[in-house]
């Protein structure tokens, strides 16, 4: 299928995006790498009457390190973050997580920030942001302004960005000593969306378990955190019982969704990951043990033992 018709806007700076976006009214889309806006539009999922591509804008286009954080611009593609030593060394979680993405063709062109701001119940890299408390920056013509991650997302590809914001850039907290991390999910076939995924970060400080993250995708109409799941692991000391007990609790307190709702949020290849909320909640909890515990070996290996 072909799109409805549209108007094309280059803009030439983030501040010309922003201005685009004012001046062109609710309906504007951003083309980043394209990979969901595209399909979209190609199945009429999507009609927005003007596309403003941000592809040509070089200035968005980065990896840097700012004292404790790693922060990545709006153009910077899935595999360039894939492939950047700097990414794994700094935020290992995302570039874990970022190699699950669909195909490496699409990863060549979508964006992770792109993928952020689609903000796809089902999507990795929204809930590696929230796992990991990132900043979102979003600018606007008056300026920018920043969001945490647990205030962006909220609700199926609705986000806290205003319709005239351009999301500029995303800031993640660079991992610190005693850091564990891994994200496990379970996909119909490789690369596909997962049915439910799990990025687990965790920090040990003298043996005991200082910080505890579990974002899980898949299981809501946004990526949600495990709280329950989370308080059962902070200020413990790690044991096979405590692994346990916290998995049990990975989806307490996570709202029921109707059967296939979450799927039918997937664009474009929703058909592909139908499954009922009971089966993704029993993946959730597998894929979450299974990346507690590998993030538990990974904290022991670079710290050495903390038991
Ligand atoms: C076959 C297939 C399989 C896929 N599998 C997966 C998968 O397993 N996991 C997964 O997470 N994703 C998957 N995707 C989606 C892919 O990761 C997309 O690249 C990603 O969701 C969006 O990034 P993008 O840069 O392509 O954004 P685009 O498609 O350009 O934009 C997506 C949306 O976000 C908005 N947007 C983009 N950038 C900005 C910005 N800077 N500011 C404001 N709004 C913005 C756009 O207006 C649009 O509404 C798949 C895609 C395809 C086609």
Avoid at 122 to 149: F, H, K, M, S
Avoid at 185 to 212: K, T
Avoid at 299 to 307: K, L, N, S, V
Wanted: proline content about 7%; overall charge neutral.
């Amino acid at each position: 299928m072909k799109p409805a018709p549209f108007a094309y806007h280059r803009a030439t700076s983030a501040e010309h995006a922003a201005a685009l976006l004012d001046g062109l009214g609710p309906e504007a889309r951003v083309l980043a790498g394209g990979q969901s806006l595209v399909p979209s539009m190609n199945l009429r999922l999507m009609t927005p009457p003007h596309v403003i591509d941000i592809g040509g804008v070089g200035t968005l286009a980065f990896i840097r390190r700012e004292g404790a954080r790693l922060v990545i611009g709006a153009m910077t593609r899935q595999s360039t973050v894939e492939e950047s030593p700097l990414v794994s060394e700094a935020v290992p979680l995302l570039a874990e997580a970022v190699r699950h993405v669909a195909h490496p063709p699409i990863r060549h062109r979508g964006t992770v920030v792109g993928s952020i701001a689609h903000a796809s119940a089902v999507a990795e890299l929204p809930a590696v942001a929230l796992a990991l408390d990132a900043d979102i920056v979003v600018q606007g013509v008056a300026g920018c302004r920043t969001v945490a991650a647990s205030e962006f997302f909220i609700g199926p590809f609705a986000t806290s960005r205003g319709a005239d914001e351009l999301v500029v850039e995303v800031r993640f907290p660079v991992a610190g000593p005693g850091h564990g991390w891994a994200w496990r999910e379970l996909s119909p076939r490789n690369g596909n969306f997962p049915f439910a995924g799990a990025g687990v970060a965790l920090a040990f400080a003298d043996g005991v378990i200082e910080r505890a993250a579990v974002a899980l995708c898949g299981i809501s109409d946004r990526p949600v955190r495990a709280t329950a799941a989370e308080q059962a692991l902070v200020g413990e000391r790690w044991t096979p019982d405590l692994l346990t007990d916290a998995a049990a609790l990975v989806v307490e307190g996570i709202a029921p969704r109707p059967d296939n709702d979450v799927a039918a949020h997937i664009v474009p290849v929703r058909a592909n990951s139908v499954a009922s909320w009971s089966y993704r909640t029993k993946v959730a909890r597998t894929q979450a043990r299974l990346a507690m515990a590998a993030a538990v070996d990974r904290a022991f290996r670079t710290e050495g033992d903390p038991r």
